[in-house]
């Protein structure tokens, strides 16, 4: 009987029914605990940790030499971990006064999102093969590990201590509030709370500093990759970032946009390392780019027209808003044709210079004599130019 190795697709497997498990075993805890699956102690929302474990899985069961995938799942399942923890300490700590077995075991393990937010550091400087981007980087990491294994050793000690001592109240999260960071009795630890975070949120920033020079020294599948991660880092912080800061917004509105939010990082991760439909990318950023801003454009006039139409002249009829409706639908093909020629000047290239692109294929075939090489360069010339979904070139036999 053979051994399981640690990347094989049988270990997959294995871990694919642990993080189910784990994922399921949330819905009753929360209950239990008489709160939603948006609710965390500081871990992720059950549906984002298992966005994460899905593209994780895909990776390590695709490529699985890759380290990027293992690291996204074991980083999935200790925020996994966590969340059920998080839930059982509430229910045993906070509503049945700690009358529930194993609740000293879920407070120890609760704090395991520290080693998940670890791991998700490691992501991006990784990316996109699983390797640090020079040897440089190794010190930085050394210190990285080195100070989040003293905080999490620091947690199972003073966690231990609070146990022995019966100082077991919890937060609504399911916290250890001995580990808020303000009891005298955890002097050092307050120190170790004080460089944690920080350090986390510096290497985090040193990882993505470090792509971006790296996506000005690259060109071809590289820099498609990078551009795949960059858009995908950019519309999960614009966006958690807008959310925490939108208020009465729908709450099936506002948990539809937190989940394309959330699925923006690792789908981007995912079709990277995959290499699927890997250059579309540039078109999907143009696209995107253009709706949102006509989209802002139109919405600005519409609420103009009727502001000015309501308040200034006081028509305070339907015709009003049916007017500013009907002229903002008529402004929307004009400005999206010069919206999108500004931006794919500046994002996608390809399709800005396809008169350029058209002018120099027909100086190549002149010269052609490789019928080939002529099919190619053609098949090479339409995709650049007219950008098509699928392209095929059929010569006639003679």
């Not at 709450?251 to 539809?256: D, K, P, R, Y």
């Not at 049916?322 to 399709?351: G, H, M, W, Y």
Request: net charge positive.
């Amino acid at each position: 009987m053979g051994s399981i190795r640690l990347t094989s697709r049988a270990a997959c497997l294995a871990v694919s029914g642990l993080l189910v498990a784990l994922f399921a075993a949330a819905v009753p805890l929360a209950g239990l605990a008489h709160q939603t699956l948006n609710a965390s102690g500081g871990s992720l929302p059950v549906w984002v940790s298992a966005a994460f474990a899905a593209v994780g899985l895909v990776l390590a069961w695709r490529r699985p030499a890759n380290p990027l995938g293992w690291i996204m799942v074991g980083s999935a399942f200790f925020f996994a971990l966590s969340e059920d923890a998080s839930y059982y300490t509430v229910a045993d700590y906070g509503h049945r006064h700690g009358d529930l077995p194993l609740g000293g075991l879920a407070l120890l393990v609760q704090p395991g999102w520290a080693p998940g937010i670890v791991l998700l550091g490691l992501v991006v400087l990784v990316f996109p093969d699983g390797r640090l981007p020079s040897a440089r980087w190794r010190w930085l990491v050394f210190a990285y590990a080195a100070v989040a294994a003293v905080w999490m050793a620091g947690t199972v000690e003073l966690t231990v201590h609070a146990l022995a001592d019966h100082r077991t109240q919890v937060d609504s999260g399911g916290n250890l509030l001995l580990l808020s960071g303000s009891d005298p009795a955890a002097g050092w630890w307050n120190v170790a709370q004080e460089l944690f975070f920080p350090l986390l949120a510096a290497c985090w920033l040193a990882s993505i500093t470090s792509q971006a020079l790296s996506f000005r020294r690259s060109s071809g599948e590289r820099r498609q990759q990078l551009k795949w991660l960059l858009a995908g880092s950019v519309v999960a912080f614009v966006g958690l970032g807008l959310a925490t800061r939108v208020r009465g917004v729908p709450n099936g509105v506002a948990l539809s946009a937190m989940v394309i939010v959330f699925l923006a990082l690792p789908v981007s991760i995912g079709v990277a390392v995959l290499r699927y439909r890997l250059f579309d990318i540039d078109r999907i950023v143009s696209r995107t780019l253009a709706y949102a801003i006509v989209t802002g454009l139109l919405v600005g006039v519409y609420a103009g027209l009727v502001l000015l139409t309501t308040e200034v002249f006081r028509f305070h009829t339907p015709v009003a808003v049916a007017a500013s409706t009907l002229a903002a639908a008529a402004l929307f093909s004009p400005v999206r044709r010069r919206v999108q020629r500004l931006v794919d000047r500046r994002f996608n290239r390809a399709r800005y210079d396809a008169e350029a692109t058209v002018a120099a294929f027909a100086d190549r075939l002149k010269d052609a004599v490789n019928l080939d090489a002529a099919r190619d360069d053609l098949a090479q010339t339409v995709h650049e130019a007219l950008e098509p979904a699928h392209l095929s070139v059929w010569v006639s036999p003679r």
